[in-house]
Nanobody, 120 residues
């Protein structure tokens, strides 16, 4: 079994900064990718940023140049640094991890979600 623990959501002013963290633990053999999705009210869930084990980074166009994803391999943690957030970044942010378990199964695991509200 694998667990994801997210932290760092909350209220942030436009132009400020916010740091989201997600730690994976449990029966993990290998992590292939770690990233963040978000879902705003009335909208579909969308990929915000993803980091693969090979080092590839993908960002949704709307956050390029403002958000940065990084990973601490030793701690199985992924961090999303959100600079200059905008009101349209308001959403529930979900951590997403693709991995192989110790039992040899490929798993896609989701965090519980953390609310980010960008408002003055």
């Amino acid at each position: 079994q694998v667990q994801l623990v997210e932290s760092g959501g909350g209220l942030v002013q436009p132009g400020g900064s916010l740091r989201l963290s997600c730690a994976a633990s449990g029966s993990i053999s290998r992590i292939f990718r770690m990233g963040w999705y978000r879902q705003a009210p009335g909208k579909q869930r969308e990929l915000v940023a993803m980091l693969t084990s090979g080092g590839s980074e993908n960002y949704v166009d709307s956050v390029k140049g403002r958000f940065t994803i990084s990973r601490d391999n030793a701690e199985n943690t992924v961090v999303l640094q959100a600079n200059s957030p905008k009101p349209e970044d308001t959403a529930v942010y979900y951590c997403n991890v693709g991995l192989d378990s110790m039992e040899g199964h490929y798993l896609e695991v989701w965090g519980q979600g953390t609310l980010v509200t960008v408002s003055s």
